[in-house]
């Protein structure tokens, strides 16, 4: 059992209270900084279950399902460090450090790596994978000095273009941009390189291979309610911090100088000392009052964010489709990333309740969603199980799919398009006792499961300034 929040911490802070806005991984981190500080804290989530875009549930069978397919990454610090803290973190299962690819008539390539110090590690992956030509991966291979070597600036100067405009402007073969770094975009934001800013590929792709460690993939064990998000509810419940599901913050009270409180949907209005959102920027903008975006450029700057569409499906098999247990790309059809969690995620190997080890279930990324979206389920699932039908021509030979799931997302993570970078705000408002917290907020690993910790401890740290306590 975690220790509880000793007085002696509580009255540090003279009994400040902070109401958060938004039941996500931002608001609970930003939500555990602040009560392992002594606050008083308040989440209100507009939900009946907190978690956000990470959140999962039961169905009706007990099958558990997810907002969306989550993997974790060695360069995560934040994330571990807060798994750490709540003696969860043995619970990420570490892959093989390699990438697969699985294309259209059952071909396949494999990046692999060695242990060796970067750049040495990638050998492998650039010369060993099989699939391109040797003259491909030789303009690569000279892309990999701005990648590896350029530094944030250069990354910054890129986020005027689409990385598709990067890509052939630095003269890296149309074949890899079609094969490898579709898929790899759609992958870290659901946006295909022609939409997608040149900066966050070169960033996260020059962060990946510059250590060899952070580019290697986890799974969860298990569910993320069971294993993330539900470990950390339960430490703020017991260390005395209130959460309000099915609480929709309608909007910021403000008075011209700073905030006074939210009103609730249902007319409550509620006051804090300090109030943190942890909110997705689209919902944020409607919350902020209209005489603070005329007063500053700060929140008039929210309104250029929107949220990128993206649909997750599960297919459960009746026989076993893939054997790898690890994450898996494909370039083609709608299925940019995806595992077979029967293998990845042990907990995951059942259907019904009943035992699936030995027959798949996958859980799919389906990307680009946008023209998507408008199908319906039926269409939607029939062109995921061609694609897999298409990737795994032989062993999917006579497989009957024995159940599906689906859930839409049409605004999930920020869209980061080129020009967008330089409008992200900080934690710190301009006014004094409201703060920002998730991943469209800056740090460096934008909106992913680090980034949304990250922002959340950040905006927490400034709170705790704010009241002159020492980080
Ligand atoms: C399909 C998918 C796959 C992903 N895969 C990965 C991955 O592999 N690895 C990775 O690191 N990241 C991944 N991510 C990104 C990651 O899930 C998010 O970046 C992170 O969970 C965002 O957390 P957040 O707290 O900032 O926002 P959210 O999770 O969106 O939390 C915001 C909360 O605010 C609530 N809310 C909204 N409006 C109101 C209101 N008016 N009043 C009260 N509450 C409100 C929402 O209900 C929500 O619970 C993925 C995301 C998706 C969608």
Redesign the pocket.
């Known amino acids: 059992m975690l220790e509880t929040i000793d007085s002696n911490v509580r009255s540090r802070t003279g009994g400040k209270s902070v109401l958060i806005?938004?039941?996500?991984?931002?608001?609970?981190?930003a939500a555990k900084k602040l009560v392992d500080n002594g606050f008083q804290v308040e989440v209100?989530?507009?939900?009946n279950l907190?978690?956000?875009?990470?959140?999962s549930w039961k169905d009706s069978d007990g099958d558990s399902v997810?907002?969306?397919?989550?993997?974790?990454?060695g360069a995560?610090v934040d994330?571990y460090d807060l798994m750490r803290e709540l003696g969860t973190y043995e619970r990420i299962l570490w892959k093989k450090h390699e990438l697969t690819y699985t294309l259209s008539k059952g071909e396949r390539f494999t990046f692999r790596t060695w242990k060796l110090p970067s750049p040495l590690h990638l050998t492998p992956a650039l010369f060993g994978n099989g699939y391109f030509k040797l003259r491909e991966m030789l303009t690569f291979a000279k892309a990999l000095v701005p990648i590896l070597f350029g530094g944030d600036k250069y990354y910054a100067a890129q986020d005027d273009k689409t990385y598709e405009q990067w890509h052939e402007g630095i003269g890296i073969s149309k074949r890899m941009l079609k094969k490898m770094f579709l898929p790899m975009a759609l992958?870290l934001k659901?946006l295909p390189p022609e939409e997608l800013s040149a900066k966050v590929v070169l960033d996260v792709t020059g962060n990946f291979l510059r250590l060899p460690h952070a580019s290697e993939m986890g799974f969860l064990k298990g569910s993320p309610d069971e294993h993330l998000t539900g470990p950390l509810v339960s430490y703020l419940k017991r260390n005395g911090a209130t959460l309000r599901s099915e609480?929709?913050?309608?909007t910021l009270l403000y008075d011209g100088d700073e905030i006074t409180g939210v009103e609730?949907?249902s007319g409550e209005v509620l006051h804090a000392d300090y109030y943190l959102t942890?909110?997705?920027v689209h919902?944020?903008q409607?919350?902020v009052p209209e005489p603070l975006k005329e007063k500053f450029t700060f929140f008039r700057n929210l309104d250029a964010f929107e949220g990128v569409p993206?649909?997750?499906v599960q297919l459960w098999y009746d026989k076993q489709i893939s054997h790898t247990d690890n994450v898996l790309f494909s370039p083609d059809g709608v299925i940019p990333?995806y595992a077979d969690m029967a293998h990845t995620t042990p907990e995951y190997a059942t259907l019904r309740g009943l035992s699936h080890a030995g027959k798949s279930r996958f859980q799919f990324?389906v990307a680009p969603a946008k023209n998507l979206m408008p199908l319906s389920d039926e269409e939607v699932l029939a062109r995921v199980d061609a694609s897999v039908r298409d990737c795994f021509p032989e062993t999917s030979r006579g497989a009957k799919v024995v159940k599906s799931t689906i859930?839409r997302?049409p605004q999930?993570?920020y869209a980061p398009t080129p020009d967008k970078d330089k409008l992200r705000p900080t934690q710190a408002t301009p006014v004094a006792n409201l703060f920002l917290?998730?991943?469209?907020t800056q740090q460096r690993?934008?909106?992913?499961?680090?980034?949304?910790v990250a922002?959340?401890r950040l905006a927490a740290k400034e709170v705790l300034m704010r009241c002159g306590i020492p980080v």
């Open positions: 806005l938004g039941g996500g991984l931002a608001g609970l981190a209100l989530e507009k939900r907190f978690g956000g875009k990470v959140s997810e907002t969306g397919l989550h993997c974790f990454f995560y994330l992958a659901f609480t929709k913050v309608k609730l949907e942890a909110l997705p919902n944020l409607r919350l993206v649909i997750t990333v990324c859930v997302i999930s993570v917290a998730g991943g469209y690993f934008y909106d992913s499961m680090e980034g949304a922002s959340g």
